[in-house]
C-alpha cells in the first residue's frame, strides 16, 4: 500500500517510515502542507486514488493541519488518519467533520497505528467512490433500500446518502451516515457499542469505542438535536424518534 506520511519532524518521520516500510507500506513523506497537496494532486487530478491511506499531523510549518484534510478531502475520498498531540474531544470532532476518517493522539502505540491504518483502508475500500454523497457505502445495515426515513424534521435518503433536518441539507462523513442510517433503521432499539463498530466499523478493535464517541458527538452537533442519539450507559445508543 501506498502511503503518504505527513511529518515536519525529519527525526519522528524517519522512526515512523522504517517501522511502516517493514510492514509493507510503501511511504512517501511530505514536510509540510504545500507538499503533501502536491503529492495529492496528479492522481487526484488524474481520477484516481493517489495513495491507501495518508497520515496527517496537524503541527504543520505553512499551514494548519485542518486546512490541509479540508483541501485533501475535496482532492479525493483517501482515508485520512490525523496524528497530533491533540487530545481534546472538540479538535477530534472538527478533524471528523473536515472528512477525517480517524484521529490518533500523540505519542501513541505503534501497533495501535499499524492497526488504525489498516482498519481504515479495509472500511474505505468498497466506498473508495462514495465521497459521501453517492453510491451504496458499506457497513451501515442496509444502505441500498429506496424509501427514505423519516423521524420527525430529520430525512434519510439511504440510496444517495443526503440527510435534511427540515427541509435543509446537512453534510455528514461518511462514518457518520453510516451510523445514523443504521440507528434511524430501527429507532428505539438499542444497539450495542460492540455491534455498532462490527457493522459501521467492520472491525471488533477496541481501540474503536473512543472513535465511536466522537462520531456521535459529532452527529448531534451536525443535526443540532443532543436529545435525537440517547446513550444508553453501560450498553451502547439508541435513537429517540422526535415528534413529526
Given at each position: 500500500?501506498?502511503?503518504?506520511l505527513?511529518?515536519?519532524?525529519?527525526?519522528?518521520?524517519?522512526?515512523?517510515?522504517?517501522?511502516?516500510?517493514?510492514?509493507?507500506?510503501?511511504?512517501?513523506?511530505?514536510?509540510?502542507?504545500e507538499?503533501?497537496?502536491?503529492?495529492?494532486?496528479?492522481?487526484?487530478?488524474?481520477?484516481?486514488?493517489?495513495?491507501?491511506?495518508?497520515?496527517?499531523?496537524l503541527?504543520?510549518?505553512?499551514q494548519?493541519g485542518?486546512?490541509?484534510?479540508g483541501?485533501?478531502?475535496?482532492?479525493?475520498?483517501?482515508?485520512?488518519?490525523?496524528?497530533?498531540?491533540r487530545?481534546?474531544?472538540?479538535?477530534?470532532?472538527?478533524?471528523?467533520?473536515?472528512?477525517?476518517?480517524?484521529?490518533?493522539?500523540?505519542?501513541?502505540?505503534?501497533?495501535?497505528?499499524?492497526?488504525?491504518?489498516?482498519?481504515?483502508?479495509?472500511?474505505?475500500a468498497?466506498?473508495?467512490?462514495?465521497?459521501?454523497?453517492?453510491?451504496?457505502g458499506?457497513?451501515?445495515?442496509?444502505?441500498d433500500?429506496?424509501?427514505?426515513?423519516?423521524?420527525?424534521?430529520?430525512?434519510?435518503?439511504?440510496?444517495?446518502r443526503?440527510?435534511?433536518?427540515?427541509?435543509a441539507e446537512?453534510?455528514?462523513?461518511?462514518?457518520?451516515?453510516?451510523?445514523?442510517?443504521?440507528?434511524?433503521?430501527?429507532?428505539?432499539?438499542?444497539?450495542?457499542r460492540?455491534?455498532?463498530?462490527?457493522?459501521?466499523?467492520?472491525?471488533?478493535?477496541?481501540?474503536?469505542?473512543?472513535?465511536?464517541?466522537?462520531?456521535?458527538?459529532?452527529?448531534?452537533?451536525?443535526?443540532?438535536?443532543?436529545?435525537?442519539?440517547?446513550?444508553v450507559?453501560?450498553?451502547?445508543?439508541?435513537?429517540?424518534?422526535?415528534?413529526?
Amino acid at each position: 500500500m501506498r502511503l503518504l506520511l505527513v511529518e515536519d519532524d525529519d527525526h519522528v518521520a524517519a522512526a515512523l517510515s522504517a517501522i511502516l516500510k517493514k510492514h509493507g507500506f510503501d511511504v512517501t513523506h511530505a514536510r509540510n502542507g504545500e507538499e503533501a497537496l502536491q503529492a495529492v494532486l496528479p492522481a487526484a487530478n488524474a481520477g484516481r486514488a493517489p495513495f491507501g491511506v495518508v497520515l496527517l499531523d496537524l503541527g504543520l510549518p505553512d499551514q494548519d493541519g485542518y486546512q490541509v484534510c479540508g483541501k485533501i478531502r475535496k482532492l479525493t475520498t483517501t482515508p485520512v488518519i490525523m496524528v497530533t498531540a491533540r487530545a481534546d474531544v472538540r479538535s477530534r470532532i472538527h478533524g471528523l467533520n473536515l472528512g477525517a476518517d480517524d484521529y490518533v493522539v500523540k505519542p501513541y502505540d505503534t501497533g495501535e497505528l499499524l492497526a488504525r491504518i489498516h482498519a481504515v483502508s479495509r472500511r474505505s475500500a468498497p466506498d473508495a467512490d462514495d465521497a459521501g454523497n453517492g453510491g451504496t457505502g458499506g457497513g451501515n445495515g442496509g444502505t441500498d433500500e429506496a424509501a427514505p426515513l423519516r423521524l420527525g424534521a430529520v430525512t434519510i435518503e439511504l440510496p444517495t446518502r443526503r440527510v435534511t433536518v427540515a427541509g435543509a441539507e446537512v453534510q455528514l462523513t461518511r462514518k457518520e451516515f453510516d451510523l445514523l442510517a443504521l440507528l434511524a433503521q430501527r429507532p428505539g432499539v438499542v444497539f450495542r457499542r460492540e455491534q455498532i463498530i462490527s457493522e459501521v466499523w467492520r472491525t471488533s478493535w477496541e481501540g474503536t469505542g473512543r472513535t465511536l464517541e466522537v462520531h456521535v458527538a459529532s452527529l448531534r452537533a451536525k443535526l443540532r438535536m443532543p436529545a435525537l442519539i440517547e446513550t444508553v450507559r453501560g450498553v451502547g445508543y439508541r435513537l429517540v424518534a422526535p415528534a413529526a
